[in-house]
T-cell receptor, first 112, second 117 residues
């Protein structure tokens, strides 16, 4: 079972920032937080990951709280094409490498 | 690069039939895996491989076989199809030595939609 908790759905207006929360209160010290998304029936797509520092790439920003028990994925200027299911996943790598545990994620709907 | 490719896109089988789902990647990735996704659910790991000649079981391996004779290909075999295997199957690959060290950035294929009657 997934160890993270996410809201089942969220809405966002096009052009606004989308802030997707994730609760991972039992995360271990060596576990990273990964975000993937799945656009309507396609294969999941990697977005970003982090350990304890905030991270930013061309797709999104990841803010991790200091106690690492929660994080927020930020899509700074959401577009209609960002409508997807977003998955927050913990993984420590090592012997757990590649064994991603997908929960039910958050369905993000971006409205015009 | 084509990335991760899967064939066929759609397949309908009768109970008891066997078939092979094909997966190939052209990124020279060592790690490959198979997931299944049932309606409204997240993905579950079936089998994985850390390199040619090495495979292991994931969370839901029963009813499936895999082999890895080359780096590029990782076929998934359904031995005797059952209605419970109706699902969407995704193949994924990644490099152990990706730029972020232990980063677990998997590249997924487009999926095969399988229906077993």
């Amino acid at each position: 079972d997934a160890k993270t908790t996410q809201p089942p759905s969220m809405d966002c207006a096009e052009g606004r920032a989308a802030n997707l929360p994730c609760n991972h209160s039992t995360i271990s010290g060596n576990e990273y937080v990964y975000w993937y998304r799945q656009i309507h029936s396609q294969g999941p797509q990697y977005i970003i990951h982090g350990l304890k520092n905030n991270e930013t790439n061309e797709m999104a920003s990841l803010i991790i709280t200091e106690d690492r028990k929660s994080s927020t994925l930020i899509l700074p200027h959401a577009t209609l094409r960002d409508t997807a299911v977003y998955y927050c996943i913990e993984n420590a790598g090592g012997t757990s490498y590649g064994k991603l545990t997908f929960g039910q994620g958050t369905i993000l709907t971006v409205h015009p | 690069n084509a990335g991760v490719t899967q064939t066929p896109k759609f397949q309908v089988l009768k109970t008891g039939q066997s078939m092979t789902l094909q997966c190939a990647q052209d990124m020279n990735h060592e790690y490959m895996s198979w997931y299944r996704q049932d309606p409204g659910m997240g993905l579950r790991l079936i089998h994985y491989s850390v390199g040619a000649g090495i495979t292991d079981q994931g969370e839901v391996p029963n009813g499936y076989n895999v082999s890895r004779s080359t780096t590029e290909d990782f076929p998934l075999r359904l031995l005797s199809a059952a209605p419970s295997q109706t699902s969407v199957y995704f193949c994924a690959s990644s490099s152990w030595t990706s730029g972020r060290g232990r980063a677990d950035t998997q590249y997924f294929g487009p999926g095969t939609r399988l229906t077993v009657l």
